[in-house]
């Protein structure tokens, strides 16, 4: 698993979308055919839809799961250590560069509703919320059940359908277990449902420098400017510290300062530009510029916050 621009809640959202509106598209097609049926009328790929669910919700939890890690790194605990040292595709995730945060939330593993549910209930406590993911997970739908009930349902047939063959997979279709298609249409909208009321939560509650937080919509927020008010404030305090009289070493002029500040905006203007104005095959369906503008302001960021590390630090703290 890389850090691509898809590995973000907003990603896991949409595909499961996707998902469900191809059941829905298919419903009035293969409708007339089930109708016609004598036999227990079904579709054996259908019931498979639930894998795709799971696959979203695994995507989602460990995206999250990265987010938090990277908001604060001292949340990192030592059995995600332990789960990382033991995976087996440790080897092959240091080779594709994956950054620590990456790999200790790739080493988790998300295959039942108890392990999803734990991923967000560290994330809710982190944001001092607990109780209202608590309150999100027992929340009751039409059919009196519970989100938390739907989680538990999903992930036991998907682990039943990837892992088990048994009597009720190649019997009788009488005595076959299946999932017609507004079983799986009214799943799907469950956990999308679900997935909002997370996201509109973590987003209520979570301060700004957040990662990958969504509006109201559901859709990314532009953390680009978000990076660049935290540019330009750490630019001003730096050249704050530099002219004043405590920084006892020979700092920069004010006007050399001021004019690599102009140049670096001059060229941060121009790589937006160049960003903004690219042509990318499948940009209509999924636009990669704004990943790649979060990127360049969190370069040039890091490399602000080293620099004020490294020059500013107080000589009576070494």
Not at 52 to 57: K, Q, R
Not at 113 to 138: C, M, N, P, T
Not at 244 to 263: A, C, F, G, N, V
Request: net charge negative.
């Amino acid at each position: 698993m890389k850090e691509v621009s898809t590995f973000d809640a907003s990603s896991a959202m949409f595909r499961i979308e996707l998902l469900v509106d191809e059941i829905e598209s298919l419903i009035p097609i293969l409708k007339p055919t089930l109708d016609d049926s004598y036999l227990p009328a079904f579709f054996e790929f259908v019931s498979y839809y639930k894998v795709g669910f799971a696959t979203c919700l695994e995507w989602h939890a460990k995206s999250r799961l990265y987010d938090l890690f990277c908001f604060n790194p001292s949340l990192i605990e030592t059995n995600d250590l332990k789960q990382t040292l033991s995976n087996d595709k440790l080897r092959d995730m240091i080779v594709e560069r994956l950054s620590v945060p990456q790999i200790l939330a790739n080493a988790n593993n998300i295959s039942t509703s108890e392990a999803y549910i734990s991923v967000f209930k560290r994330i809710f406590l982190a944001l001092g919320a607990d109780r209202k993911f608590k309150k999100i997970l027992s929340s009751k739908l039409a059919d009196h059940v519970s989100y938390g009930a739907v989680l538990n349902r999903l992930f036991d047939d998907r682990n039943t359908l990837v892992h088990e063959i048994s009597i009720t997979d190649i019997g009788h279709r009488n005595i076959r277990d299946y999932s017609t298609l507004a079983d799986a249409n009214l799943m799907g909208r469950q956990l999308i449902n679900f997935m909002k009321l997370i996201e509109k939560e973590i987003s209520s509650i979570a301060p700004a420098h957040f990662p990958n937080l969504l509006n109201e919509y559901g859709v990314p927020s532009e953390r680009a400017d978000f990076l660049h008010k935290e540019i330009v404030s750490l630019e001003a305090k730096f050249m704050q510290q530099i002219t004043s009289e405590e920084y006892r070493e020979e700092p920069p002029t004010e006007e050399i300062w001021k004019e690599l500040s102009q140049q670096r905006n001059a060229a941060m203007e121009a790589e937006l530009h160049f960003i903004e104005n690219l042509d990318l095959p499948g940009r209509r369906y999924y636009d990669v510029r704004p990943y790649l503008k979060q990127k360049l302001f969190e370069g040039h960021l890091a490399y602000l916050e080293e620099l004020s590390r490294q020059i500013l630090s107080d000589p009576e703290l070494e």
